[in-house]
């Protein structure tokens, strides 16, 4: 089974790297006494941000009790923290940090550079949407590219494992100027968390998203990749309208035909195959994405589907035979059910076949 994150980066020998890092700008700190601490009573069940946290609680316990000391030593701390545990540092101004908003400010900026405060950043926006949304968009202009990642990824909608902000979930107004500085950033990094972004606000918000991404397509070879990423929901979806942003063909005169799975049952972690025809009937080259579903039963029965791609390009119309390997193999982040499960194939967004496959 692979390693639990939570095990990964939380190590007896990590921890006590970070204590030390530390310890270097606070001679008071304890790194003995803060191991025991942390790694005490509830420490082996608790989950990978809940040991983030406890962590930052028991720093909180051997620093000054002014939190301007406390968080200019751990400012201090930041170029010298390393690894998943440097993520307490911005959770310390999350946890401890709210009413000293201008020091917390400057401390998130500078945590970001060397871990991530895109967590952190997110009850600030909460408490005072417009302040915060100066600072992330001062961050947009940063020389370092992960201060100017932070700027699009903190203000994200939807960011997973992050806090919730309604008001941006609601309406992305105040995140689009960010987006548009950083769609042409040198970084792939940033322009990375831009499309993520902006696929986002397309759950939402489909008008204002696709209305992004038909003004931003054309504009370089690297910006054309973040709006294909940005839209990947939508294209998954049979969005219309993305579809032809991409100009793929339409599905209407695109079939399958001999759709054939290598057997109709199948035991858990066996792998095997599929089969199938592609007919293209348009009269000149079109673009086509086909990809294929899996409907996996759940415990309590029902269905969970996803979709895989299979193929994505340019065909000339014609016939063309496609092959592909498909298993139910446990994976750390999908248990296997026996029962009735689904395989089919998508053509443009437009399901054209379907299969059973019985999981013993």
């Not at 696709?210 to 929901?233: C, F, I, N, P, Y």
Request: aromatic share 10%; with cysteine.
């Amino acid at each position: 089974m692979p390693e639990l994150l939570k095990d990964r980066f939380f190590t007896p020998n990590s921890l006590r790297d970070f204590g030390e890092a530390i310890k270097k700008h606070h001679i008071d700190f304890d790194v003995d006494v803060f191991l025991s601490s942390v790694q005490s009573g509830v420490w082996s069940s608790l989950e990978l941000k809940a040991r983030m946290r406890h962590v930052t609680i028991h720093i909180h316990k051997q620093l000054p009790q002014s939190y301007e000391k406390a968080i200019t030593i751990l400012m201090e701390t930041a170029s010298d923290a390393k690894g998943f545990e440097a993520m307490a540092l911005p959770d310390y101004a999350e946890l401890y940090g709210l009413d000293y908003w201008d020091i917390s400010m400057a401390a998130l900026k500078r945590f970001t550079r060397f871990s991530s405060s895109e967590f952190a950043i997110r009850p600030f926006l909460i408490q005072n949407l417009e302040g915060a949304m100066k600072m992330v968009s001062e961050c947009a202009d940063d020389e370092h590219e992960n201060v100017r990642r932070f700027a699009s990824e903190g203000c994200r909608p939807r960011l997973p494992w992050a806090m919730a902000v309604p008001a941006l979930k609601k309406d992305p107004t105040p995140i689009l100027p960010i987006l548009e500085k950083l769609k042409d950033d040198s970084s792939e990094f940033v322009r990375r968390s831009v499309a993520n972004n902006l696929n986002d606000i397309s759950k939402e918000h489909l008008e204002t998203a696709l209305e992004v991404a038909g003004r931003w397509l054309g504009t370089s070879e690297e910006t054309d990749k973040l709006v294909k990423h940005a839209m990947r929901t939508l294209l998954k979806a049979g969005n219309t309208r993305a579809m032809r942003l991409f100009g793929f063909g339409d599905p209407k005169n695109i079939g399958i035909e001999n759709f054939t799975l290598g057997q109709d049952t199948i035991t858990i972690d066996e792998t095997t195959n599929f089969s199938l025809d592609l007919i293209v009937n348009e009269t000149e080259p079109s673009i086509i994405r086909v990809e294929f579903a899996m409907f996996y039963v759940k415990a309590n029965g029902k269905l969970s589907k996803k979709v895989f791609k299979l193929r994505e390009k340019e065909y000339e119309p014609g016939s063309y035979h496609i092959v592909r390997k498909y298993g139910f193999v446990n994976m750390s982040t999908r248990k296997i059910y026996p029962g009735e499960h689904f395989i089919s194939i998508i053509v443009n967004g437009v399901e054209k076949a379907k299969q059973r496959i019985e999981v013993l």
